[in-house]
């Protein structure tokens, strides 16, 4: 049984989508202890290639460790439908980054959405619908997928992308996360808490 798998996408995979690929892991961390490394797999990619085999953004990696987690052993990779085919949610920093994706796997509509809007959709979402939570990966990976399910038809039932090319369920502007590279270290401790205001929620949610 793989473990439930959260794919993280920026442009370039270097400061947003590595801080929520480790924040994630951290607040799984802290809910199911060192067994997070069986039943959950976090990671990400970037649209762009720029970045590909260098480490995690400075700045951002001091966010990560200021908050306690671990952002060791960080290398940026380019998003591909194979890393897309393997993941159960895909999150994404900006809508941009959600039509990448499609445009590579226009079947993963149903799981991909842009950070933000997972997170406001997730708030709206009676949590008792989905199946019990136990520390197995069988268990772990069933509450996943049906908690993907669950939020997607809070948004309509994954009508993001038509075939027309054009959004049926457009994501607010403010769902966005705005690109900190280049900025002081407070912006990204801004878009380190917006990304919290989401992770937070998803890990409670996916442990029960």
């Known amino acids: 049984m793989p473990p439930f798998t959260i794919l993280h996408v920026c442009v370039g995979n ?3 989508s590595p801080m929520a690929e480790r924040l994630l892991t951290l607040a799984l961390r802290r809910r199911v202890g060192d067994r997070v490394e069986k039943l959950y797999l976090s990671h990400g990619a970037g649209t762009g290639g720029w970045h590909v085999g260098e480490p995690m953004n400075a700045p951002a990696a001091r966010e990560v460790i200021k908050r306690g987690g671990d952002p060791s052993g960080f290398r940026a990779r380019r998003v591909s439908g194979d890393l897309i085919d393997m993941s159960d949610l895909i999150l994404c920093a900006t809508a941009d980054q959600v039509y990448d994706v499609l445009q590579l796997r226009p079947d993963a509509v149903n799981k ?3 950070l933000g809007e997972f997170g406001r959709l997730l708030s709206q979402l009676d949590l008792k619908v ?3 939570y136990e520390p197995t990966p069988q268990s772990a990976y069933d509450r996943g997928i049906a908690l993907v399910v669950a939020v997607d038809a809070v ?3 994954g009508a993001v992308w038509g075939s027309d090319g054009q959004w049926r369920q457009p ?3 403010s769902d966005d996360l705005r ?3 280049g900025m ?3 912006e990204f401790s801004r878009v380190a808490d917006e990304i919290e205001r989401t992770v937070v929620p998803l890990a409670a949610a996916l442990t029960g």
């Open 130 to 132: 989905l199946p019990p």
């Open 155 to 157: 948004r309509g039932g």
């Open 179 to 181: 690109d900190p590279w």
């Open 112 to 114: 991909t959405f842009v």
């Open 184 to 186: 002081a270290d407070e």
């Open 171 to 173: 994501p607010r502007r």
């Open 14 to 16: 270097i400061c947003r």
